[in-house]
Nanobody, 122 residues
Framework: QIQLVESGGGSVQAGGSLKLSCVASKYVFSTCEMYWYRQVPGKERELVST???????TSTDSVQGRFTGSVDGPKNTLLLQMNNLKPEDTAMYYC????????????????WGQGTQVTVSS
C-alpha cells in the first residue's frame, strides 16, 4: 500500500509564503503525472498544479505566478511553493499522483495524501 504524506501547512498572513511537501512511502513520483489540489468545506476539490514526469508544471489561473509545483525525484518528494498568499488560498491542500500499472502505463486512478491545512489571514 502506497501512502502519500503532506506537510508544511500552517497559518500565515496575507503576502506570506509556505512550502508544502508530499513524501511517498514508495518510489511513485516521476512515473506518472502528479498533482496538488485544494478544497474548502462545502466546495468541490480544485486542481491547483499539475506536474509532469519531466518536471514541467502548470498552475490554475487563480494561483498563476504565485504557486509553483515541482518534484524532487531522488527524495521522492512533491513540492508546492506558495508565495504572496491570499485569504482566498485558505483550504486543505492535497497531493496526488496517478497510479501506474505493473505492466506499464499510467492509470486514471490516483493515490492521495491526507491533506495539510493552509490558513491565510488578512
Amino acid at each position: 500500500q502506497i501512502q502519500l504524506v503532506e506537510s508544511g501547512g500552517g497559518s500565515v498572513q496575507a503576502g506570506g509564503s509556505l512550502k508544502l511537501s508530499c513524501v511517498a512511502s514508495k518510489y511513485v513520483f516521476s512515473t506518472c503525472e502528479m498533482y496538488w489540489y485544494r478544497q474548502v468545506p462545502g466546495k468541490e476539490r480544485e486542481l491547483v498544479s499539475t506536474i509532469g514526469v519531466l518536471g514541467s508544471s502548470t498552475s490554475t489561473d487563480s494561483v498563476q505566478g504565485r504557486f509553483t509545483g515541482s518534484v524532487d525525484g531522488p527524495k521522492n518528494t512533491l513540492l508546492l511553493q506558495m508565495n504572496n498568499l491570499k485569504p482566498e488560498d485558505t483550504a486543505m491542500y492535497y497531493c496526488a499522483a496517478k497510479k501506474f500499472s505493473p505492466r506499464g502505463g499510467c492509470l486514471p486512478d490516483k493515490w492521495w495524501g491526507q491533506g495539510t491545512q493552509v490558513t491565510v489571514s488578512s
